[in-house]
């Protein structure tokens, strides 16, 4: 099992969960707000939309569908 | 930078990609460079990091014992100069040199925008079954299956068998068009095969023809189910889920094709017999050629493959083939034409553009993208265009607006 943070939260997934998989998983379906505020979740699921996008250990803007989730990870949501 | 030199570049590493790079390593220096954690593509996408498909497990271990470089997770942004390519990799960019290129780029699915299309949950079907692959709970969790095309039925057989109550599929096109679509698959046994072995799997899930999703809205009571309503036959059904799964077929990415210059027609990569484009050096297989399903990709791939190394007696030896499986393409293309009630589904509030937020009653006063573009910022997010451009281009008629490199938002730093 993997184990990162997901808003503050800890999670644990199996190995080789996306980490949009990880997100729904904590039970979060916000990803990003849009321009006017919306709520938005993965809509494509291979990295074309950015629909998915989430900040990872810092770095913004991370297309959480196309990215495996490690160890230690630090994901943040509704950015 | 790191520098990476071959003399044939593949770009994507799914059916056609691999494809096209197996018989090239046998005369050239090969490179395969995908955005994915993993070859396959999204046909062969993994489960939990796992590839499951034996075709596609032949391939991967075909191409591993052969001298290839495989290059995951670097997302091409763009050419360089002339001849090389950049890629953004987590460990930054890649220049990647080459002699020939074979672009393999695959395809995406068509969204059409619904009142109601944006909320959480609902998802494109080849999107959701990708979410389940990635580790995705789908047990016990109530799906609409809807849109056009047999990736619907294919998503809601994968769906259910992983627990999920496929609710119904609602398929836009009329059943009679169906029917003749799957009359004429004799010719094409295996698909037979699957497409029964589909139907029993399914055959406690109604599948409604001419049905189409027209709205979802977040249900009352619990905080994640969405009510969806499917208009079937002149009547409206109001269908409880917890996700919506759809997508309305396939589109072709064309965008690397089209920055490099390579000539694309009604929004395909257009290609000679040996799948050369209109740049001599530059050869282009599988779905952006038009859509054709996993034997056109194969054996396109196979073709370019061969011809960029010169072997163009081999390549010839697949032309029957690849000219059988481009028939296949267009029945299927015909019997899944979206008609035109879709046009109507978007209200004057329905966003159209995801990243902008911009809504259909902004854009009904422009003549095409471009002006659409400068007045609305329409198409200029993060996919710069490549969720509206489809929608647009079925809803006005627009054509998709001219690509610019960098062709995915890339880091700074790395540009």
């Known amino acids: ?79 | 930078m790191s520098e990476i030199g071959s003399e044939v570049l593949v770009i994507g590493g799914g059916a056609a990609g691999m494809s096209a790079a197996l018989p090239a390593s046998a005369r050239a220096k090969v490179t395969v460079v995908d955005d994915n954690p993993l070859l396959g593509g999204q046909i062969w996408r993994a489960e939990l990091g796992k590839i499951r498909s034996p075709e596609a497990k032949l391939l991967i271990e075909s191409l591993e014992a052969g001298k290839i470089t495989v290059i995951n997770n670097a997302h091409v942004f763009g050419p360089d100069s002339y001849g090389r390519l950049l890629a953004e990799s987590p460990d930054g960019t890649i220049q990647l040199k080459y002699e020939k290129l074979v672009l393999a780029t695959g395809a995406r699915e068509r969204f059409l925008p619904f009142p109601g299309w944006t909320l959480p949950n609902i998802l494109g079907a080849g999107g959701l079954q990708a979410m389940v692959k990635g580790g995705l709970s789908i047990e016990n969790k109530r799906v609409v299956v809807a849109g056009t095309g047999p990736l619907l039925f294919a998503v809601a057989d994968y769906l259910k068998a992983k627990g999920a109550i496929v609710v119904c599929i609602a398929e836009q096109a009329p059943a009679a068009t169906i029917r003749r679509f799957a009359l004429g698959l004799w010719r094409y046994p295996t698909k037979i095969t699957q497409g029964t072995a589909m139907r029993i799997r399914l055959r406690d899930v109604p599948y409604l023809t001419n049905s189409w999703i027209t709205g979802c809205i977040k249900s009352s009571g619990s905080s994640n189910a969405i009510t969806a309503t499917i208009s079937r036959r002149g009547k409206t059904v109001s269908l409880d889920c917890d996700y919506v799964a759809c997508g309305f077929h396939l589109v072709p990415s064309t965008e690397l094709a089209s920055v490099l210059g390579c000539r694309i027609e009604k929004g395909v990569v257009v290609v000679n017999e040996y799948q050369q484009t209109s740049v001599a050096n530059i050869y282009c297989a599988g779905e952006p050629t038009g859509i054709g399903g996993i034997e056109a990709s194969l054996v396109e791939g196979k073709i370019a493959g061969l011809s960029a190394t010169g072997q163009t007696d081999a390549a010839r030896e697949h032309f029957a083939e690849r000219d059988k499986t481009r028939r296949f393409g267009k029945a299927l293309n015909s019997a899944f034409a979206l008609r035109a009630e879709l046009k109507r589904l978007a209200g004057p509030d329905t966003i159209i553009c995801r990243c902008e937020d911009v809504e259909y009653g902004r854009l009904t006063e422009f003549p095409s993208s471009r002006e659409a573009k400068l007045q609305t910022r329409c198409g200029m997010g993060p996919c710069q265009g490549r969720i509206c451009g489809a929608a647009t281009e079925f809803l006005f008629g627009w054509e998709p607006g001219t690509v610019r490199p960098p062709i995915f938002p890339v880091k700074m730093e790395n540009l």
């Open chain 1, 1 to 79: 099992m993997i184990t990162l943070t997901i808003n503050g939260s800890k999670i644990s997934v199996e190995e080789g969960t996306t980490v949009a998989a990880a997100v729904i998983c904590s039970g979060e379906t916000a990803f990003r707000r849009s321009v006017t505020g919306e709520a938005r979740g993965p809509l494509c699921g291979m990295g074309i939309c950015f629909e998915c996008r989430v900040t990872i250990d810092g770095e913004v803007l991370k297309r959480s569908c196309n990215i495996t989730a490690i160890d230690g990870m630090e994901v943040s949501t509704d950015e």
